[in-house]
Structures are given as structure tokens and as C-alpha cells.
């Protein structure tokens, strides 16, 4: 059954430790985790995640991995902030700390 099979992790971070709050990803987050549920998708704690840590984070992810079947089609929508640092792309996280060297490279 299709609708058995859609899975999705939402995310809004709008808080910051060393950056600008963002005014609309929760917002945004909660307007697509409701869409999603109308179109079948079973939500992950049945609504968006919220001003994530890294640990939060990381241990929603693996709660809701483990949770998914063998032919599950999962979606994952992040709203905040996000940077590139040397070709790879990066969510961050409500407690993001950075070094300045990393930046500078």
C-alpha cells in the first residue's frame, strides 16, 4: 500500500546561538509537514521538529531511520540555515559553533 510507504522528517530551525534568527522556517516547516500528511505522508513525531541541537538532531534521525521499512520512500525537508564549506553542504543546527580557520580555507 503506497500510502503505508511515505515517510517524512521535518525540520524548522529559526534560532541561533551565533546567527540572525530566521523569521518563517518554522512556519514553513509546520505548512509542509500539514501538507505532507494530507498527501499521505506519515510525519515523523506527527509534526515538525523544532530549534534542533546537533544531538537532538542526530538522535531524531536515527530514531526515525530505525523506524522506517524495507521499501519506505522517505523525505526529508530542512528549513534554516545552511552552508557550504568545501563542497559539502550542511544543515545548522540551533547550537552551531564554527572556526574561523574552517571558514577562511
Given at each position: 500500500?503506497?500510502?503505508?510507504?511515505?515517510?517524512?522528517?521535518?525540520?524548522?530551525?529559526?534560532?541561533?546561538?551565533?546567527?540572525?534568527?530566521?523569521?518563517?522556517?518554522?512556519?514553513?516547516?509546520?505548512?509542509?509537514?500539514?501538507?505532507?500528511?494530507?498527501?499521505?505522508?506519515?510525519?515523523?513525531?506527527?509534526?515538525?521538529?523544532?530549534?534542533?541541537?546537533?544531538?537532538?538532531?542526530?538522535r531524531e534521525i536515527k530514531?526515525?531511520?530505525?523506524?522506517?521499512?524495507?521499501?519506505?520512500?522517505?523525505?526529508?525537508?530542512?528549513?534554516?540555515?545552511?552552508?557550504?564549506?568545501?563542497?559539502?553542504?550542511?544543515?545548522?543546527?540551533?547550537?552551531?559553533?564554527?572556526?574561523?580557520?574552517?571558514?577562511?580555507?
Amino acid at each position: 500500500d503506497k500510502c503505508h510507504s511515505r515517510f517524512a522528517f521535518v525540520v524548522g530551525n529559526s534560532q541561533f546561538r551565533n546567527l540572525s534568527p530566521l523569521a518563517s522556517a518554522i512556519k514553513d516547516a509546520k505548512d509542509v509537514a500539514h501538507r505532507l500528511s494530507e498527501l499521505g505522508f506519515k510525519v515523523h513525531t506527527d509534526k515538525p521538529l523544532t530549534n534542533q541541537t546537533k544531538d537532538d538532531l542526530e538522535r531524531e534521525i536515527k530514531a526515525w531511520t530505525r523506524t522506517l521499512p524495507g521499501n519506505a520512500h522517505a523525505l526529508v525537508f530542512l528549513a534554516g540555515h545552511g552552508i557550504e564549506l568545501r563542497g559539502e553542504q550542511y544543515f545548522l543546527t540551533k547550537d552551531f559553533k564554527y572556526d574561523q580557520n574552517d571558514v577562511d580555507q
